[in-house]
T-cell receptor
Framework: AQSVTQLDSQVPVFEEAPVELRCNYSSSVSVYLFWYVQYPNQGLQLLLKYLSGSTLVKGINGFEAEFNKSQTSFHLRKPSVHISDTAEYFCAVGYQKVTFGTGTKLQVIP | DAGVIQSPRHEVTEMGQEVTLRCKPISGHNSLFWYRQTMMRGLELLIYFNNNVPIDDSGMPEDRFSAKMPNASFSTLKIQPSEPRDSAVYFC????????????FGPGTRLLVL
């Protein structure tokens, strides 16, 4: 069985401030983790993924995430957000059948 | 390259009518996924195919839903008869192969059943 918990449904942050979106996972097999972003009225697109190797994963648009096995977490971070980062962010876990979290809406305030 | 193509983009229908959603995956991709997104339930996997064969349809809500993939470049999701609770955004996604591959999502079909 696998599951993902995104505790924050909404995160407001001022432009140019840092942000962290939290994700905790549960998986009974090998762990493959993903972060996807969904802009309004669009499909999801991949930000980054962890399959193996370095626990710090860098993605597109300046985002990065750190895999922490002991804490079963895969938090997403960006040191300085931009207005264009306003979107909904989904954490996901799985091999081929992927389970998505409920999403975190990031609202960047000018 | 063209991404995943879905049609129609919007569909409004009346309860009891048949609805057919269509998807063209990215050329060369051999895994295809159908998802449903609602405010209440979030993003749910309905069914996925590998090499045109349905692998897991445990997410299909009930017998009113059916999905086919007659060839590598086309899939349909059919709802018959439709009900108001089927109103949602339906996404199709494709990936290159089996395994933890990136899924590429289409723009979605926004379905409203009156």
């Amino acid at each position: 069985a696998q599951s993902v918990t995104q505790l924050d449904s909404q995160v407001p942050v001022f432009e140019e401030a840092p942000v962290e979106l939290r994700c905790n996972y549960s998986s009974s097999v090998s762990v493959y983790l993903f972060w996807y972003v969904q802009y309004p009225n669009q499909g999801l697109q991949l930000l980054l993924k962890y399959l193996s190797g370095s626990t710090l994963v860098k993605g597109i648009n300046g985002f990065e995430a750190e895999f922490n096995k002991s804490q079963t977490s895969f938090h997403l971070r960006k040191p300085s957000v931009h207005i264009s980062d306003t979107a909904e962010y989904f954490c996901a876990v799985g091999y081929q059948k992927v389970t998505f979290g409920t999403g975190t809406k990031l609202q960047v305030i000018p | 390259d063209a991404g995943v193509i879905q049609s129609p983009r919007h569909e409004v229908t009346e309860m009891g009518q048949e609805v057919t959603l269509r998807c063209k995956p990215i050329s060369g991709h051999n895994s295809l996924f159908w998802y449903r997104q609602t405010m209440m339930r979030g993003l749910e996997l309905l069914i996925y195919f590998n090499n045109n064969v349905p692998i897991d349809d445990s997410g299909m809500p009930e017998d009113r839903f059916s999905a086919k993939m007659p060839n590598a470049s086309f899939s349909t999701l059919k709802i018959q008869p439709s009900e108001p609770r089927d109103s949602a955004v339906y996404f199709c996604a494709s990936s290159l192969s089996r395994g933890p591959e990136t899924q590429y999502f289409g723009p979605g079909t926004r379905l409203l059943v009156l």
